[in-house]
């Protein structure tokens, strides 16, 4: 198994897909690696890729809000992305980029063995729990997939978009942490 070390700079040095070409960082992920709670997005955008850094912009500061009201902390979980570049103008990652990707992602989690994984979004959902996930209807289920508890959260963007959704994320939110709670993570 390769280390945190190795993996990363191996994710640095990628040129699987077109999306390297545009990249200014490439988004590895942030926080505990060692996390019982896995959060992973899909793909980073404009700040993040500037930054190098996972969900630092307005949406990654109203997931910290979500996350400081349930009592966790940004340090104490990990965050990543499927994609590690970003796709240009922030559109929908393609299929052909997130197979290039996606086993970044995979090492990453057998690396931080996870007890639960939320997917942030439609597309991360459809990518960790199944390919027909529908988010309007089944976030906030929990599914089991090789031994872990997963399930998905609006993304953040979306309740930029749709603040009608915060109400809905927040109970979704507290459904994590008691969730954690109860598996003593």
Known sequence: MQTW????????????????EG????????????????????APGEQEDLKGE??????????D???TAVDLKREDVYIANILKCRPPKNRDPLPEEEACCIGYLRAQCALIRPKIIVALGRIAAMQIIRPDFRITQEHGQWF?????????????????????????????FKNIAAKAKELSL
């Open 5 to 20: 070390e190795e993996l990363e700079q191996l994710c640095r040095q990628c040129t699987r897909c077109p999306l390297h």
């Open 23 to 42: 990249r200014t960082n490439t988004v590895f992920g942030v926080g505990n690696r060692h996390a019982s709670i896995l959060f992973v997005g899909e």
């Open 54 to 63: 996972p969900f630092v912009g307005r949406a990654g500061m109203l997931l």
């Open 65 to 67: 809000d979500f996350l």
């Open 144 to 172: 089991e997939k090789n031994g872990v508890l997963c399930t998905a959260v609006f993304h953040p963007a979306a309740l930029l978009r749709d603040p009608r959704k915060k109400p809905d994320t927040l109970r979704d």
